[in-house]
């Protein structure tokens, strides 16, 4: 692969016609120091150089607090701003980065701020909203919207999809047309371990545009690989459905090797299904932890991918 070509968003966007390959990093914790951040950022860009992505991710994480009654697995810790992190200390990274804003943690000012900064051939955005309508936010997401498309030029903009809550609803597909209503030029989803799920919303979601005469944007299908079943109870608390036969492997078996497997296994079905369907796609894969042995399995698992999409 010719990595001059995916080097822009532009490039990134179009690598999706044939499947493009992402990988998600969280930013260092706030009390990191600038020294171990260059640090936290050598070391991602050195374990990724073998595997030749077409694009990172950086998270934006938020308490959540408001998500669910149930105690958070993991404590929460406030980390850098993953638009600080890209500037200050992933110099090295020349490709295409996505950088999430959790919208509710930011004035709409501060947003535009950033938006007008940002190098739009380079960097584009996913605008995450609440976690549940209880959450006090400093901008909701329909006004994130609004002053984005107030811009001249803003980064390109997509929006989170979650197949769980179309199993639950059956509306997630006219929530990302909606999205796409709004300005969203791709979506990228929560961690995939149901593949009927998955299959089930990019089903409605492909037919539905095209019952409306339009193209679907690209889908980015997240992976990520389970190493314990503490992993498995913050999955559970992110709100990641794992089949009950898989939850049964992970906690009773070797879980690193029952998840892997099946994160290989939904690769393969859901790049076949994609191709299928004509849905631009890209698979996006991550480590839920900062466990070494995780985050390992997530790299291996990143080229076992970049292999399969060619």
Partial sequence: MDSAKTA??????????????????????????????DAVAAAALTRLRSVQVDGLIL???????????????FPFMPMMDPAHFLDDHLADWAGPVIVYRAVGKYTGDQLDNWWSKADRDRVLTVLVGAASRHQVVRTSLSEAYRRHAGL?????????????????????????????????????SQVCYDLDQTRNLLSDYTHGCRDRGLDPKPVVLTLAPCGSVKTLEFMAWLGIDVPRWLRAEITHGDPLTASYEQCLLNARALIAYCRRLGLPFGINVESLTNRKLEIDASIDLAREIRDLLG
Avoid: N, W
Wanted: with cysteine; charged share 25%.
């Fill in 59 to 73: 998270y934006d994480v938020d308490a959540e607090a408001d998500r669910t009654e149930a105690p958070r697995p």
């Fill in 152 to 188: 001249s030029l803003p980064p390109r903009m997509g929006g989170v999809v979650i197949a769980e809550r179309h199993a639950t609803s059956g509306t997630e597909h006219a929530r990302m047309l909606r999205k796409q209503d709004s300005g969203c030029e791709f979506f990228v």
């Fill in 8 to 37: 822009t968003a532009a490039g990134l966007m179009d690598r999706t016609r044939d499947g493009a390959l992402l990988y998600g990093l969280t930013p260092p914790r706030q009390t990191t120091t600038p020294d171990q951040a």
